[in-house]
């Protein structure tokens, strides 16, 4: 029983298309997150959702929008792709937030689904 | 703001040992080290939150120094299951989590 699954696992589509990432997690968690891997391998954060509420927000372009339906569901929307877009993008989720932000000490530990690795032609 | 880690790769044989290091210029509130393993998610491996501890299960353990701006992760008597690309992330009080740039450890048999 996958605790993260995101789907799909490959995508690969031409430049200017629009393409969907979707990540569901089982644990109970209430934070999610979508991180980009590039071929350097550097892990950055792209956004993150406590409770279905944007909290991270990081300078990603406006061509990608998250959209999280409930705490356990949050997907990935991204428009008019471009070369720069091919990476592999990570949902996460984490029992809350970190940072001291959140109730818990250290409940930010973070669970990443398999990855979805996108090509743009 | 990015911790540094080094050696940014380091290529062992079964059985020596390996230490990667992640520092920050500012205190940390907490310290974590990720694995992954090529093509793979990255696996969380351990969190350090207190200035002076260490901490370990079977042949890999990490310490984090008392200013709370270092952390070590010490991998003994390495296996071929150790190959693959290690992150610390660190947190700064109140700001978002953030991951280093890895370091890709290959141990040869």
């Known amino acids: 029983d996958t605790a993260v699954s995101q789907t799909p696992k490959y995508l690969v589509t031409q430049m200017g298309n629009d393409k969907s990432i979707k990540c569901e997690q089982n644990?109970?968690?209430?934070?999610m997150y979508w991180y980009k891997q590039d071929s350097k391998k550097f892990l950055k954060i792209m956004f993150s959702?406590?409770?279905?509420?944007?909290?991270i927000n990081e300078t990603v372009p406006n061509r990608f929008s998250p959209k999280s339906p409930d705490k356990a569901h949050l997907n990935l929307h991204i428009n008019s792709l471009e070369l720069g877009d091919s990476a592999v993008y990570f949902c996460?989720?984490?029992?809350?937030?970190?940072?001291?932000?959140?109730?818990?000490?250290?409940?930010?530990?973070?669970?990443f689904g398999a990855g979805s690795r996108l090509t743009v032609l | 703001q990015q911790p540094v880690q080094s050696p940014q790769a380091v290529i062992l044989r079964e059985g020596e040992d390996a230490v990667i290091n992640c520092s920050s210029s500012?205190?940390?509130?907490?310290v974590h080290w990720y694995r992954q393993k090529h093509g793979e998610a990255p696996i969380f491996l351990m969190i350090?939150?207190?200035?002076?501890e260490q901490k370990g299960h079977d042949k890999i353990s990490a310490s984090f120094n008392e200013k709370k701006q270092q952390s070590s992760l010490y991998l003994t008597a390495s296996q071929l299951s150790y190959s693959g690309t290690y992150f610390c992330?660190?947190?700064?009080?109140?700001?978002?989590?953030?991951f280093g740039p890895g370091t890709r450890l290959s141990v040869l048999p």
């Open positions: 996460a989720s984490s029992q809350d937030q970190g940072g001291g932000r959140g109730l818990l000490w250290g409940a930010n530990v973070l669970t």
């Open positions: 644990l109970g968690h209430d934070t």
């Open positions: 959702y406590n409770n279905k509420e944007l909290i």
């Open positions: 500012k205190a940390l509130y907490s």
């Open positions: 350090l939150l207190k200035g002076g």
């Open positions: 992330g660190t947190e700064i009080y109140g700001q978002n989590f953030v």
